[in-house]
């Protein structure tokens, strides 16, 4: 038998060996991606200390998860009434000469309509923290806003309450409960009617609003170190914007402030707030504090 007829078994040897080579090595690397994956999760969920480890920024751009932390200390609560006067309303209160023959027909004397806003909750922080500022991420007509300002004068503080909403609701928003709010060349008339209510209510010494993105709102806010003693989150309740919003707004908070929101056992919370909530407190090494329906959350 020359060597050529012997080598013929051993071709489908050789191929057993090749693939059983390539499998091994496929098999290999498959256990190490996923091992590594596997590896980065419980550094995520288990882990929280860890988790700004070296091996994370190896697979996630640093922007993605890190949020601004040192925010400057910039402006005393007292002067931050005044800061936003002068820098987002041009020195001239939004209150003043409103509302205009127009904007009144527009809008009601008072339209006031919320989700939990009458919550024991903000009573019960509010005279735990005495805030000097107050800050609220989500505030559509009021509601929550107003809840917090006639606390705050009932307890006899004298704190500043911004209300940060882009005053857009959200797509679809009049289609069904909110029929009346009307529109006018596109402009839906939330902020002239948040305007309205509080000024119904006799609190527009205490309430202002700031008519921008909650993400835009609290950069500036860490910026130029606008820092509240009590911050509550209610704007949208999807993961990823509840996320954004809990992460950058516990920067700001002053030391021994708290942070509280909306959402946290109730059908929204479906949406994402509550995974928000819990990924947060659980990297962070918090607690987190269930009443009703809210969150609660502590600086450390
Ligand atoms: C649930 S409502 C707030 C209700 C209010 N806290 C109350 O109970 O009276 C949510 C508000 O968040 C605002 N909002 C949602 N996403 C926002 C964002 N990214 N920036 C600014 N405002 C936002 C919407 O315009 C809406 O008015």
Redesign the pocket.
């Known amino acids: 038998m020359s060597w050529r007829s012997s080598s013929v078994p051993a071709t489908p040897l050789l191929l057993l060996i090749t693939s059983s080579g390539l499998t091994f090595v496929i098999g290999a690397l498959t256990f190490f991606l996923l091992s590594d994956f596997y590896h980065h999760s419980v550094l995520v969920h288990e882990s929280p200390h860890q988790r700004l480890d070296e091996r994370f920024y190896r697979v996630l751009p640093v922007d993605l998860i890190k949020f601004p932390s040192n925010c400057s200390e910039g402006i005393p609560a007292s002067d931050v009434r005044d800061f936003i006067l002068d820098n987002i309303f041009d020195g001239t209160s939004p209150y003043e000469g409103f509302p205009s023959n127009e904007t009144a027909g527009l809008t009601r004397k008072k339209r006031i309509?919320?989700?939990?806003?009458q919550a024991p909750v903000f009573e019960r922080l509010i005279q735990e923290v005495q805030p000097k500022v107050i800050l609220?991420?989500?505030?559509?007509?009021?509601?929550?806003?107003i809840h917090m300002g006639t606390k705050v004068r009932q307890l006899g503080l004298n704190s500043t309450i911004l209300c940060?909403?882009?005053?857009?609701?959200?797509p679809g928003f009049r289609a069904k409960k909110f029929t009346d709010i009307r529109q006018q060349h596109g402009s839906v008339m939330?902020l002239p009617q948040f305007l309205r209510n509080v000024q119904f209510m006799n609190l527009t010494d205490l309430i202002l609003p700031i008519p921008?993105?909650?993400?835009g709102?609290v950069s500036y806010f860490c910026q130029v170190g606008i820092r509240p003693d009590l911050i509550?989150v209610?704007?949208?309740?999807d993961f990823h914007?509840a996320w954004l919003?809990i992460n950058a707004a516990y920067a700001l908070l002053s030391p021994g402030g708290v942070m509280f929101g909306?959402d946290y056992f109730n059908r929204v919370n479906e949406e994402g707030v509550r995974r928000a909530v819990d990924l947060f407190a659980k990297l962070k090494g918090l607690r987190v504090e269930p009443d009703g329906k809210h969150w609660i959350l502590r600086t450390v």
């Open positions: 309509k919320g989700w939990g806003a609220e991420l989500g505030s559509f007509l009021g509601a929550s806003a940060v909403d882009d005053f857009r609701g959200w939330l921008f993105s909650t993400m709102s509550e209610d704007a949208a309740h914007s919003d909306h």
